[in-house]
């Protein structure tokens, strides 16, 4: 088996997910979903179950199939003003900060590549003092993750070859994403379906530093 700091050791830049990878925004996301579960009859425990990781079109197709897409659009856009109206706790992910700091610090490219709207993206990572400076949001894709869109764009963005980036995911729909994408897949938390796997940010950043000191 590959050790991590090998898989490591060719990455040039880093993609990060961001709600529940670089943001710990768990709270507000089941809160707003469990708002519109009630709104609309249906079992929170249920939505909640599976809503962490797609965008909201997707998850409101999954329990309303039969709405046509202009009232699809109005429960996405009332469920957007929801979102960015509710980012108390939003905070960053354990190591966040640190490892945004040492990428900033090595001049490594970075970015953050999410399920969430742009306006979403700005709100919940200004909440958690984060600046990245890409960030790939639904906005600027035609498919979200599981498709790998978003990460192609985001390498092209960074101008750094698929395989020299790390794609940092929690969530299935994330991972399947990176990895089709092409990217080194890194999982963090409790996620073991990786080319490397890290308990939170913290140890990935410890990963990449002993990684970096192994180059020559």
């Excluded at 039969?66 to 003003?81: D, K, P, S, T, W």
């Excluded at 764009?153 to 994330?174: C, I, M």
């Excluded at 073991?192 to 410890?206: A, I, M, P």
């Amino acid at each position: 088996m590959t050790s991590p700091m090998r898989h490591l050791a060719s990455c040039r830049a880093v993609l990060l997910d961001m709600d529940g990878t670089l943001v710990d925004s768990g709270a507000a996301v089941e809160a707003t979903w469990r708002a519109w579960a009630r709104d609309n009859d249906l079992d929170p425990a249920t939505v909640l179950a599976v809503c962490h990781g797609p965008d909201a079109a997707t998850t409101v197709r999954r329990f309303l199939p039969g709405i046509g897409a202009a009232e699809l659009a109005r429960h996405v856009a009332a469920h957007l003003e929801r979102e960015c109206a509710d980012i108390d706790g939003v905070i960053p992910a354990p190591g966040a900060p640190e490892l945004v700091a040492w990428l900033d610090e090595r001049r490594l490219p970075w970015g953050v590549v999410t399920n969430a709207h742009l306006r979403l993206a700005r709100a919940r990572l200004g909440a958690a003092g984060i600046e990245a400076p890409v960030i790939v949001s639904f906005d600027d894709v035609e498919r979200g993750k599981p498709h790998p869109d978003g990460y192609l764009l985001g390498v092209r963005r960074l101008g750094v070859e698929p395989r020299r980036v790390a794609g940092v995911e929690d969530s299935a729909p994330g991972l399947e994403a990176a990895r089709a994408a092409g990217t080194l897949v890194v999982a963090v938390g409790k996620s073991q379906d990786g080319d490397v796997v890290c308990h939170d940010l913290h140890e990935l950043r410890r990963l990449l530093i002993a990684a970096a000191d192994r180059l020559p």
